[in-house]
């Protein structure tokens, strides 16, 4: 090979790396990320809202998460942790058979950039095998920690059938500081018909009890919907398209 021939396909090599350290950045920027990938970010039919809760299943905290929805009316898309699931199995089944969307978060809450490409396919695996078994059916969608998605992620579902699908708008409801006030005014700041929103149904990667603050906002954020003439419900019936943009 020659010297001009090397050094071109060095820089390929290099453009090629940069794309796969580009995309995890531009994934997790939410305006960015909306215009360039509006499925990935959420956004779907603009008379719906898609209600999503990351994290659980929680024994402390989800269940009471279930009864509000439920007595609201309303259904929601859960997004389990596998390690989560294996200490509760029998709360991701009642999740599912309340009639809400359980879908996958990984195994556990480590952000792609960090790992190897085996180890998020792994990751992936491992954590869909675990809903699956516990719900009795393979999850959809994916949600990846962080919102940090990297090729290796994009390559993991299409090699397990999964669908990633990130956020339009959150409560920042994993911080200390958090209050049911702030979650709803920091979700309804950036929420349009269409959207979907991330909160947290578990503190198990948040501040003890943050979960508090979150279910503290749901009440005023449905009513928020509601006065908007948005249905809420979950991803399934979303309307969004197959594929990542």
């Known amino acids: 090979m020659s010297g001009v021939a090397w050094a071109k ?14 995309v995890p950045m531009v994934t997790s920027l939410g305006p960015v990320r909306a215009a360039v990938w509006p499925r990935l970010t959420g956004l779907g039919d603009p008379g719906h809202v898609a209600l999503t809760f990351d994290d659980g299943p929680d024994p402390a905290s989800t269940p009471q998460f279930l009864d509000a929805l439920d007595e609201a009316g309303v259904h ?15 709360l991701a089944r ?27 396919l792994r990751d992936l695996r491992q954590g869909r095998d ?11 969608w994916y949600r990846p920690p962080y919102g940090v998605a990297t090729a290796a992620t994009f390559s993991a579902c299409r090699r397990l059938g999964l669908r990633p699908v990130l956020w ?15 979650v709803f005014h920091t979700v309804v700041r950036d929420l349009r018909g269409g959207g979907t929103v991330l909160l947290h149904d578990s503190d198990c990667t948040s501040k003890p009890l943050s979960w508090r ?21 979950p991803l399934r019936e979303h309307g969004l398209a197959v594929g990542v943009r």
């Open 94 to 120: 009642r999740i599912a058979d309340a009639g809400h969307e359980v879908a996958l978060h990984g195994w556990a809450h480590r952000a792609h950039i960090a790992v190897s490409p085996a180890q998020t």
């Open 213 to 233: 603050s979150t279910l503290g906002a749901l009440p005023l954020l449905l009513e928020h919907c509601a006065e908007q003439g948005w249905k809420v419900g």
């Open 168 to 182: 339009s708008a959150w409560g920042r409801d994993w911080t200390a500081s958090a209050t049911p006030e702030s």
């Open 130 to 140: 675990e809903v699956a078994s516990a719900v009795g059916r393979a999850p959809t």
């Open 9 to 22: 396909q060095l820089t390929g090599v290099a453009a090629v790396g940069a794309l796969a350290q580009a």
């Open 76 to 90: 929601a898309t859960f997004f389990l942790l596998g390690r989560m699931v294996q200490q509760a199995p029998w």
